[in-house]
């Protein structure tokens, strides 16, 4: 019995098994943008409008299945192909300002998977250049397929002939329903079972944030300390593959990360072993499971070649979707792995280079993914994470320390001499008893003071039921900071000199400290360490009035008398201010 049915026109067919993890996906929120799949390709200003906007129109027309919405039926939610539906493309000129808010808007307008079209498409043409818009929900199509498209468009307007399709989305999803009712099931699903069941602990990252409202980061960097011909010679020695050697590299952090010998988390792969898809419009990409187990004494080739043939295995059993295993064995996809290569960055289109860009999603669709993509003969790494669990520092150090046992994998034996600890994070371990720190040596009530000037009216105090703003505790300081006037300064001071002065203030100083006047004793004490006596008695009137003139010091009246006596008056006003030393000590 066929599993297709042609309604008004339009051809129904039910959802293929990847298809309907999305959906489901989507389902629980359906303003969610994760699953939308923004693409910007930027092309010379000077390029031929007309004919740009020709070669998407055949493009698109030629690869029909993307006129395909949602629908409910009486047997199920169904995939509906409407062929005869012509492409939507639309024309702007914007500034480059305008654009980048319409890329935005792109991005984050959520598609109604039950209303058709599911994609959209524009050429904007800015001061700058010329760009092509095109967002399209990944339920109909995949990373592979941006490939296509961008080699479609560029075959086009080099006048070649256009590939077209051998093997339709909808041939995929007729095939996948007649496997699924045969042994290659059966199979795929006792693969599985003999992986995970009975034998599986979940695996996650533990983040450094708990904030409520839920964030996308993103952060990325061309790497400069993983050499690529060094992992290239290591691959081609160990016969495995790049995403092999990374997926592997993943999997020890992993369990660093959770303190065990085992780790699992997903990847992904395109889902095209049939060569008769490779120029297909579709959702094809599948997502696969990864287990990696290791033991100390476990030779580092082993555990690679071990992890190939567990990748290898679990993309001949891709038939058992990755929403039923996780049903099955409870594995959620909170951490997502992927090697991408070289394929998604740069094209032709035209006989230009074409600058691709995938835009940012206001949502993660796993709380981590990673992705690494060969640009200019280096690495480059890019993070997409929910950032109210993860903050930027923890996904840098995440990266410090992947790279870091990359390295440490090219040269190791076995699995004990992988080491994930980096110089930077090594120096930072080693800084830890590194208690000496170099500190200004500025009075507290010029700290105060700079305080005031930055937020004067903030609250600074809080204490008894009141409170203080920085500005009225500079005022309160200020007004303590006054010298006593010590009665028994008065008559106690007998001569004429600086030595005069500074004997009678320390014989006011024992006086205050017998009778328990603490403050006064401290404060007079300062005065004293500050007019250690300098050479001879010109100097130390000049010594003694440079000090008083550069703090504004502000001492009793005898004091001020006898100052006066030897030449040196600082009056201000009626208020005298105390040297740094002394504000210091009594902030």
């Known amino acids: 019995e066929s599993i297709e049915k042609i309604v008004n026109g339009q051809i129904q067919i039910p959802l293929s098994s990847a298809q309907l993890g999305v959906y489901l996906d989507c389902a629980k929120n359906p303003q969610n943008c994760a699953y939308n799949i923004p693409i910007q390709l930027k092309t010379s200003k000077d390029i031929d409008i007309e004919n740009l906007t020709k070669s998407l129109y055949t493009v698109l027309s030629n690869h029909n299945y993307i006129n395909t919405h949602l629908e409910f039926t009486n047997e199920g939610i169904v995939q509906v192909i409407n062929p005869k539906a012509e492409p939507q493309i639309e024309y702007k000129e914007l500034n480059e300002e305008d654009y980048e808010q319409l890329k935005n808007i792109y991005s984050s307008t959520p598609f109604d998977l039950f209303k058709a079209p599911l994609y959209k ?291 190791a034996n076995t699995i004990s001499d992988i080491s994930i600890l980096s110089a930077k994070q090594e120096a930072k371990i080693n800084a830890f008893n590194d208690t000496d720190y170099d500190v200004e040596i500025k009075p507290v009530n010029k700290l105060i003071e700079a305080w005031v000037e930055k937020i004067p009216d903030e609250i600074a105090v809080i204490a008894n039921g009141e409170k203080l703003t920085y500005r009225e505790l500079n005022e309160m300081s200020n007004k303590v900071a006054l010298i ?16 005069h002065v500074l004997e009678a203030i320390k014989d006011a100083r024992e006086i205050a400290e017998k009778e328990g006047r603490l403050r006064c004793a401290q404060l007079l004490e300062s005065v004293l360490v500050a007019n250690v006596p300098l050479g001879n008695l010109a100097k130390k009137r000049e010594t003694l009035k440079k000090f008083f003139a550069e703090n504004a010091n502000i001492l009793s009246g005898p004091v001020i008398a006898e100052l006066e006596k030897c030449g040196i008056s600082h009056k201000n006003g009626d208020q005298y201010l105390l040297p740094d030393e002394i504000i210091k000590r009594t902030y």
């Open 121 to 411: 498409c524009s050429i904007i043409k800015t001061e700058n250049f010329v760009y092509i818009l095109f967002c399209i929900h990944h339920i109909i199509f995949d990373g592979s397929s941006i490939a296509v498209f961008a080699e479609e468009l560029n075959r086009y307007l080099k006048k070649e002939e256009l590939l077209g399709e051998n093997f339709s989305q909808y041939d995929i999803s007729v095939n996948e329903e007649i496997k699924r009712i045969s042994q290659e099931y059966k199979k795929a699903k006792a693969f599985y079972d003999g992986i995970y069941k009975d034998n599986f602990t979940e695996f996650s990252l533990e983040g450094d944030l708990h904030l409520e409202k839920e964030k996308c980061g993103f952060f990325k960097i061309l790497d400069s300390q993983l050499d690529k011909k060094q992992v290239e010679e290591f691959c081609k020695k160990h016969r495995i593959t790049e995403n092999v050697f990374f997926i592997s590299v993943m999997g020890y952090v992993m369990g660093q990360y959770n303190h065990t010998e085992d780790s699992v988390f997903t990847t992904i792969y395109n889902g095209r072993k049939d060569s008769r898809v490779m120029n297909t419009f579709g959702m094809l990409v599948k997502t696969l499971p990864v287990y990696c187990t290791f033991s100390n004494e476990l030779k580092v080739s082993e555990y690679m070649l071990k992890n190939q043939s567990l990748i290898l295995d679990s993309m001949k059993h891709d038939i058992y979707s990755f929403a039923e295993i996780s049903n099955a064995y409870h594995i959620i996809p909170e951490i997502m792995f992927v090697y991408q290569g070289d394929s998604f960055t740069e094209f032709e289109i035209g006989n230009q280079k074409t600058i691709f860009r995938e835009a940012v999603p206001d949502k993660a669709k796993a709380a981590i993914s990673i992705n690494i993509f060969v640009e200019k003969g280096k690495y480059r790494f890019e993070f997409e994470y929910r950032s109210h669990r993860y903050s930027e520092s923890y996904i840098n150090n995440l990266y410090d320390i992947f790279v870091t046992a990359a390295n440490s994998f090219l040269k």
């Open 484 to 499: 006593d006037r010590d009665p028994e300064l008065n008559d106690r001071f007998p001569g004429e000199t600086r030595d």
